[in-house]
């Protein structure tokens, strides 16, 4: 992969077939299903920190906008997608868990908005301000943290 973009699609589509599958599962085997949303979520963070310790600072570095642009609202975005994280975590643990479960279809919209947002707008603009070999550089980064 030689973009931003098809790096980190790649790792959104990965993230979404595995959240699918607890969906399916935890209608057959719960507690299967609360090891293959623990593993999503520790996969969701990762992907997180990658965007924000590796990815939003080039952006950052190269257009000079930070607070009010683009990474700001992902980073809000974030903080929610993390607290729908530990809700459904917490609720998975006391076998709380209904379907449709309202923490599960909160995270999907966001999810499915702030995904496109990046795929749409913020990768396409990283790949944009670099050069081949700073983006050689990023995907390395990101790929020993896999």
Known sequence: MSTILEFMRVDHDRLDNKI????AEKLVDI???????LFFKSELERHIIWEEDI????????TGIEDGGPTSV???????????????KRKLHAREIQDPCDEEVALFKVLEAH????????????????????KVQ???QMSINK
């Open 20 to 23: 699918r599958i607890y969906s």
């Open 31 to 37: 507690e299967k299903a609360e090891n293959i949303f």
């Open 55 to 62: 990815l939003f600072p080039v952006f950052e570095r190269k």
């Open 74 to 88: 992902m980073r809000m975005e974030h903080i929610q997608i993390k607290k729908h994280l530990q809700e459904i």
């Open 115 to 134: 995904n496109q947002k990046e795929e749409n707008i913020l990768y396409p603009g990283i790949d944009n301000l670099t050069n081949e070999q700073e």
């Open 138 to 140: 990023m995907i390395k």
